[in-house]
């Protein structure tokens, strides 16, 4: 069983930078893809980003550029590096964590990954 609890969560002004990280433990974390997803408030969660076990990473079109994903398997972490935010990036972020089998299409829908985290409050004023 992996556990995965995210931090770095917070209130920023628009164009500002967070940084945010998810620690696993439990599981063989370099044997697991790492993914980002966000639920805003009335709305669907959504994918935001993903490393593969390779360290192959995608991203949404409305974060590519703006937004970093890395992992540390040394530390058992994932983090998401935020850049240039924008007030429609207020959500909840989730870590999540999938071992495989998966394809690449896979990656990018919620139901495809096996462990979540509790979710970090992200909060961009305009």
């Known amino acids: 069983q992996v556990q995965l609890v995210e931090s770095g969560g917070g209130l920023v002004q628009a164009g500002g930078s967070l940084r945010l990280s998810c620690a696993a433990s439990?599981?063989?974390?370099?044997?697991?893809?790492m993914a980002w997803f966000r639920q805003a408030p009335g709305k669907e969660r959504e994918f935001v980003s993903v490393?593969?076990?390779?360290?192959?990473?995608y991203y949404s079109d409305s974060v590519k550029v703006r937004f970093t994903i890395s992992r540390d398997n040394a530390k058992n972490t994932v983090y998401l590096q935020m850049n240039s935010l924008k007030s429609e990036d207020t959500a909840v972020y989730y870590c999540a964590a999938v071992r495989g089998p998966y394809t690449p299409a896979q990656l990018l829908r919620a139901r495809t990954y096996d462990y979540w985290g509790q979710g970090t409050q992200v909060s961009v004023s305009s």
């Open positions: 439990g599981g063989t974390f370099s044997s697991y893809a």
């Open positions: 490393i593969s076990r390779s360290g192959s990473t």
